[in-house]
């Protein structure tokens, strides 16, 4: 039996159009600011503002949903990336945790940055403002040594 190409198309554009009405939840639960991970620094610290830019949508509360999360199955893939990723880390609600979990969490950081594992290389290409710089891996894993000092 012979597949027809443009049964096939027909059928892979019926699934595509059928699978957007499978809705995933794009929230940003509400956090008290005095638990944000930026209430622990100085202001104007430059660990604020790399983690803000490299890391605060998929591990915060302030994510910033782009037209894409709309569309099924890339809706899907980011829901479960910022649902991992504020499981791991969440820079919103970081006041929450206790001293040994904040410590561990900044020491995953540092080894995470250090080996390129975040932020993810998938998520670079529509988020270049991401990429880390020169010095922004010493300065994230500086606030483990920093914090251990205290």
């Keep these: 039996m012979r597949i027809n190409a443009r049964k096939a198309i027909v059928s892979l554009v019926g699934v595509f159009i059928v699978i957007q009405f499978i809705p995933v939840p794009k929230t940003n639960p509400v956090a008290g600011p005095s ?10 610290d430059p660990a604020v503002a790399i983690l803000d830019r490299s890391c605060r949508d998929c591990h915060s509360n302030d994510t910033t949903w782009p037209w894409y999360s709309h569309l099924a199955p890339v809706s899907w893939l980011l829901y479960r990336d910022v649902h991992g990723g504020r499981r791991e880390l969440n820079l919103s609600e970081f006041n929450t945790y206790n001293d040994s979990r904040k ?3 900044l020491q995953d950081v540092c080894e995470q940055v250090k080996s390129g ?4 290389w998938f998520y670079l290409p ?3 403002d991401a990429k880390l710089r020169t010095g ?4 994230l894993c500086g ?3 920093q914090t251990a000092l205290k």
């Design 143 to 145: 606030l483990s040594a």
């Design 117 to 120: 594992e975040m932020p993810p």
């Design 126 to 128: 529509m988020h270049p």
């Design 136 to 139: 922004d891996v010493e300065t």
């Design 35 to 44: 638990e944000a991970f930026r209430t622990t620094r100085p202001a104007g």
């Design 103 to 105: 410590q561990k969490k």
